[in-house]
């Protein structure tokens, strides 16, 4: 047997039990696919990020979440970068990250932020009805409807598709109460993984937007705090001219509601977008893996 260092990170965020976990393993040279799905379950965090050495970049990093492996996750790379800044594994500059299909630029500041280049923006009109969206979230279509005429329900694209749901207040975005089959019937009629609700009525005086996000196939009836979808939605209102031209960098706040805030910042121009923020090493730890033809698969802390 062998052992492993892994940590617990919480991603976008500055304080610990906040933000979203994610699971790091800083050296996973050597480990096999199977190793990899047996950490990650038992580690049990949404996505767990295995960094290993790379022949095209500057580090590879493998995701797995506890039924198997994903292309990517933007809160287990921000977890990754931050917590290698963090045990002087790497320092502050400029890197490129090898995933599944493509590299991607990282950048880690000073102070430890992590930005992450996301991609391309890409939009598509879904005419949905109100109505419908709004029963699936459990709030009044009203809510939708005052702010569909200037700002319509779009599916917005920087890492993944979401569906954006503007809603006027924040009070009303606090109310909604999902219901995951409806949830899942429109995410799956306009080819989304999920819905983003969201409002310019924030809790924080340097926050944008307040979001939530809603994914139930993926596991989680509602996610603590999105890069994909903050980026996504950051993106599409910076597009439609929603924002003043001082606000530079859009900040995205979320979580609050699942006692888990954080926030995502958000650098783009409505054609691409990068995504930034903190984390903090919760759990530092040892794993011992069993050898990869043993019988016995139970992985012990």
Partial sequence: METRDVLLVDA????????????????????????MAAIAGELGASATAFVCGSDRADRRLRFFTPTGEIDRSDHATVA???????????DA??????????TRDVEVQEDGTVWLEQGEARFEDVPQDHGDVADALGIDVATLRD??????????????????VPVNYFEHVSR???????????????????LYAFTFDTIGRESTLHGR??????????NPVTGAAAGACAAYVRREGALDDTVEQVVVEQGHFLDRPGTVRVDTDGLEAWVGG?????????????EADADDDIIEI
């Fill in 12 to 35: 976008f965020a500055a304080e610990p039990m906040a933000g979203n976990p994610a699971g790091v393993v800083p050296d996973a040279d050597g480990l096999t696919d199977d190793r």
């Fill in 80 to 90: 990754a970068f931050a917590a290698l800044d963090e045990r002087g594994s790497l």
């Fill in 93 to 102: 500059g400029e890197y490129t990250m090898e995933t599944i299909g493509q």
């Fill in 147 to 164: 702010v569909g005429a200037d700002m319509p329900m779009a599916v917005a694209d920087t890492s993944e598709p979401w569906l954006l």
């Fill in 176 to 194: 909604i109460d999902a219901g995951p089959p409806a949830i899942d019937a429109i995410r799956d009629r306009v080819g989304a993984v999920g």
């Fill in 213 to 222: 996000a809603f994914a139930p196939s993926d596991g989680v009836v509602e």
């Fill in 278 to 290: 903190r984390a903090v090493t919760t759990l530092d730890g040892s794993l011992t893996v069993p």
